[in-house]
């Protein structure tokens, strides 16, 4: 499958892209210190499973690295690209880079929990 590349682009707190039909897929962050949390992905229904919200956590991680700053995963998109993209776990805090498989599907859980409000 090969995914559209968007053109993204980032505020101090927002990574998004505007898509064909208007809509906006997004990628909310903070910076504390030399940590950038991702806070919450949104990629509107109809455009979903096309890779976006990969293409947005990929640009973070971008921008992470060109300011030295570690990567905090804390929505469950973020925790599960991290999880499922081991070589890429360099760029995260320290309290996440060595995780166990169990421990990042256990994170997973809790974090889509949060946000459905199970």
């Known amino acids: 499958m090969s995914d559209q ?8 707190q927002v ?3 505007v898509l ?3 809509s906006k897929a997004y990628l909310k ?7 950038m949390k991702l806070i919450s992905t949104y990629t509107p229904p109809q455009a979903r499973g ?3 919200a990969r293409q947005l956590v990929e640009y973070a991680i971008e921008l992470a690295r060109e300011n030295s700053w570690v990567i ?12 499922k993209n ?9 309290a996440y880079r060595n995780l ?10 809790e974090a889509r929990k949060r946000e459905t409000g199970e």
Request: hydrophobic share 25%; aromatic share 14%.
């Open 15 to 17: 990574i998004y892209t």
């Open 29 to 35: 962050y903070s910076v504390e210190g030399n940590t």
């Open 100 to 109: 166990s498989d169990e421990e990042w599907k256990m994170l997973h859980e």
């Open 5 to 12: 590349e968007y053109e993204i682009k980032h505020t101090s």
């Open 20 to 22: 064909p039909d208007a």
């Open 50 to 52: 096309k890779g976006i």
């Open 86 to 94: 081991k070589d890429k776990r360099d760029i995260l805090h320290d």
């Open 72 to 83: 905090e995963p804390i929505c469950s998109y973020a925790i599960y690209y991290f999880m």
